[in-house]
């Protein structure tokens, strides 16, 4: 049964709106989440992060919100822009960063 | 920047072959690791190392064993491979202990496919 899930494995908005990704996790011992970006033909790179003790990480355009007691996470993009398509992956880990759980990934078009 | 290298790109073998992936990085890391990547499923941990000859097994092990003979290199070794190991294979890195921030490095993926 997978502990991270994300349930649009697609997402479609207009350049420079806003995109939401969201991702949701089952194990209460998670304390810490990544976001990964994948291009076609290249491994995933990391994007942004955020620990249990926090419920926003903002790096420029890009915002991870965290909602522990809902077990859900978003990304927010603003303003998208069309080099950000990509496969974006969430990841879940226990604090000792021992394992970490990946989602399914969601399949971001950002269009022109 | 940290490079991690993956020895091919693509590979086709046919059921039954032994398969040895490589995978090189070069920032000294003391983890590595294997996952495979499928559509729907996400990235599944198969094997991971701690150190040099090092090794546990990550949520998907079967079929697969692994070899870390130096620090640097991480090999997945597929004994006879069957049509169901047909994927993505991505190999990452990190830092361990006090620099561990949790970010995993990863290699660009060796697509494997099984005939």
């Known amino acids: 049964d997978q502990q991270v899930k994300q349930n649009s494995p697609s997402l479609s908005v207009q350049e420079g709106r806003i995109s939401i990704l969201n991702c949701d996790y089952t194990?209460?011992?998670?304390?810490?989440f990544l976001w990964y970006k994948k291009y076609p033909a290249e491994g995933p790179t990391f994007l942004i992060s955020?620990?249990?003790?926090?419920d926003k990480n903002e790096d420029g355009r890009f915002t991870v919100f965290l909602n522990k007691s809902a077990k859900h996470l978003s990304l927010h993009i603003v303003p998208s822009q069309p080099g950000d398509s990509a496969v974006y992956f969430c990841?879940?880990?226990?604090?000792?960063?021992?394992?970490?759980?990946f989602g399914s990934g969601t399949k971001l078009n950002v269009k022109p | 920047d940290v490079k991690v290298t993956q020895s091919s790109r693509y590979l086709v073998k046919r059921t039954g072959e032994k398969v040895f992936l490589e995978c090189v990085q070069d920032?000294?890391?003391?983890?590595m690791f294997w996952y495979r990547q499928d559509p729907g499923l996400g990235l599944r941990l198969i094997y991971f190392?701690?150190?040099?000859?090092?090794?546990e097994k990550g949520d998907i092990p079967e079929g697969y064993s692994v070899s870390r003979e130096k620090k640097e290199r991480f090999s997945l070794i597929l004994e006879s491979a069957s049509t169901n190991q047909t994927s993505m294979y991505l190999c990452?890195?990190?830092?361990?202990?006090?620099?561990?921030?949790?970010?995993?490095?990863f290699g660009e993926g060796s697509r494997l496919t099984v005939l």
């Open positions: 990452a890195s990190r830092v361990s202990g006090h620099l561990n921030t949790g970010e995993l490095f």
């Open positions: 194990n209460s011992m998670f304390d810490y």
């Open positions: 955020i620990s249990s003790i926090k």
């Open positions: 990841a879940a880990s226990s604090y000792n960063f021992n394992k970490f759980y």
């Open positions: 920032m000294d890391h003391e983890n």
């Open positions: 190392s701690y150190d040099v000859k090092m090794k």
